[in-house]
């Protein structure tokens, strides 16, 4: 008798147990549908404004002058490519090799300010990084340029690049580094061939994201890279991005501009997502994101 | 397994490969080795026992300069290789881990290579050129000699962490055996094997005694009295008592090393 009160109130306090559970369970699950919501609402509008605007002409032809219907944005979407492929030349072996340096040389007291010094730009203002480009690319060589705009990208990448870098080294099991010098292996071959070589898929998942990052941002490319509404793919000279193009479309007051700036958002987004997509296939499927 | 123990009788001087003279290792300020001094001789196993941090493996890491690559690790007296010094001023440690080959407690094939290239690590990370046979020639022998040469022949180009925990500890001792060292050092070989696995690296053990010198860390005194030659017991980073395998499992001198084979402690 008693053996069967108990467990029935043991059935009780299971069943409250359960409720509590489910009830949580419900929270966390509206809590994704809320946090889901904003995002296909932004990529379904961007996807209906956007396609309706894209065509041909819009990656082949220039921008059209004034007044003028149609053209294109062929060359933002070359100027993007340029400044952010320019930005990653500068920045990846910058950030890489800082990297390295600070995973390699945990203890030094250099190595902690290096390491603050990084953390600490990671959460600079991007329009802040492009006035710095402003001021030790515009302001000496004169005139904004397609090398001011990547000087300020790579500023925002080597920080990332660096931390994320540093992490994916530690990662490394200290007893592989062990059983390459064993090996009689030196130590710059070892930390080359076996440590960065077993964290290069983290390492180019942390450069992807990083790159990701800085094709979206206008900030910076304002007052450095400036925009152009001709063909121009010299370093020195002012060169048009998808970023600055959509900027200075979409506050404009023609119609024909605005429609081209959704269709530029829209490629900017494609771009974006396939660099993403390119993680999940570097890394195999398990996409980690840096910090 | 059969009877391990060898040189039964056979009293003959052998070379001394590899001899340590007053040898002192330290973290930092803490001494892990005092006044070590002891010899190991070529074709024999000896096999180093004694409690969790008596220092067993900070022993066999200076005998190949791995001790130093920790940060703060510093070490004194005197290695000698067939009579040279490994620690005077004029060495290069990376000379001396080429002769002296080692296995560490984990199985650490590198994650990043196939089986094949595992093996050949030692020389392409050294940048040894050698033509595409020599090189199949080098990775089969290798891999016959660390006795996995039948289990993977036929998925030589799939990663070396596809491999099962003990076949992945076989490939780490071809691996240290394609650089064709001098010194065999273990440090701890079989702790995170079973005992399938176990037996089969004692028995590799048995096979490559007569072309090595070998020097075994172990946990686990069966295994040193199945398969070593020689026995050294170590106790709080000194060497207690060094003798014939044989002698110290039954005839110990010291009481320490009773206790601790006794199973009293440790």
Not at chain 1, 53 to 76: C, D, K, Q, R, Y
Not at chain 2, 122 to 145: F, H, K, M, P, Y
Not at chain 2, 222 to 235: G, K, L, N, V
Request: proline share 4%; hydrophobic share 45%.
């Amino acid at each position: 008798m008693a053996a069967a009160v108990s467990n029935l109130r043991g059935e009780s306090r299971y069943r409250y147990r359960k409720f509590k559970s489910d009830a949580m369970m419900a929270i966390t699950v509206g809590a994704t549908i809320l946090t889901l919501i904003p995002l296909f609402l932004v990529l379904g509008y961007l996807l209906t404004k956007g396609v309706a605007s894209l065509n041909w002409a819009f990656f082949t032809h220039m921008p059209a002058p004034v007044g003028e219907h149609g053209g294109g944005m062929a060359n933002a979407i070359v100027g993007t490519l340029e400044v952010v492929g320019i930005a990653c030349l500068i920045g990846v072996p910058i950030g890489v090799g800082a990297g390295l340096y600070l995973a390699a040389n945990r203890a030094s007291q250099f190595t902690n300010w290096v390491r603050f010094s990084a953390d600490v730009l990671m959460g600079v203002p991007s329009i802040v990084v492009g006035i710095f480009a402003y001021a030790v690319v515009v302001r000496p060589f004169g005139g904004f340029s397609t090398l001011a705009g990547s000087v300020a990208l790579a500023a925002i990448m080597i920080p990332l690049v660096t931390r994320t870098t540093e992490e994916m080294v530690l990662l490394v099991p200290p007893e592989l580094r062990e059983a390459s010098l064993a090996l009689g292996v030196p130590h710059w071959r070892t930390t080359l061939s076996v440590v960065a070589r077993t964290a290069l898929s983290g390492i180019t998942t942390g450069v992807i994201l990083a790159v990701a990052r800085v094709s979206g941002e206008t900030a910076p490319l304002l007052f450095t890279a400036f925009g152009n509404r001709f063909w121009s793919t010299s370093l020195f000279h002012p060169i048009n991005t998808l970023t600055v193009q959509v900027y200075t479309y979409a506050i404009s007051p023609f119609a024909d501009w605005q429609r081209q700036a959704w269709a530029g958002a829209l490629v900017l987004t494609g771009i974006i997502l396939a660099l993403e997509l390119g993680v999940r296939w570097v890394t195999g499927g398990a996409a980690k994101a840096p910090r | 397994m059969g009877d391990g123990r060898g040189g039964e009788g056979a009293k003959v001087v052998m070379a001394e490969k590899l001899v340590v003279k007053n040898l002192n290792a330290y973290f930092n300020q803490n001494r892990a080795l005092h006044d070590v001094s002891l010899s190991f001789e070529q074709a024999r196993i000896a096999a180093i026992i004694g409690p969790s941090g008596c220092g067993k493996s900070t022993l066999v890491r200076c005998l190949n300069r791995m001790h130093e690559v920790v940060p703060g690790a510093t070490a004194s007296g005197e290695v000698l290789l067939d009579g040279n010094d490994i620690y005077a001023d004029d060495v290069d440690p990376v000379q001396v881990r080429r002769r002296i080959g080692m296995v560490f407690q984990k199985p650490t094939p590198f994650p990043t290579m196939s089986i094949e290239d595992n093996v050949a690590a030692g020389l392409t990370l050294n940048g040894v050129e050698i033509s595409r046979a020599e090189r199949d020639q080098l990775i089969e022998r290798s891999l016959r000699q660390a006795a996995l040469w039948e289990e993977v022949k036929d998925r030589l180009r799939r990663p070396g962490g596809s491999l099962s925990g003990g076949q992945q500890q076989r490939l780490c001792v071809a691996r240290a055996l394609a650089v064709q060292p001098e010194v065999l050092l273990m440090d701890e070989p079989c702790s995170a094997l079973d005992p399938i696995s176990t037996a089969r690296i004692e028995e590799l053990l048995l096979e490559l005694k007569s072309a090595y010198t070998i020097v075994i860390v172990t946990h686990n005194m069966q295994q040193a009295a199945r398969c070593s030659d020689m026995t050294a017991f170590m106790y709080t980073g000194e060497l207690v008592e060094y003798g014939e395998t044989k002698q110290i499992f039954t005839n110990p001198t010291k009481r320490e090393t009773e206790d601790y084979i006794t199973g009293r402690f440790g």
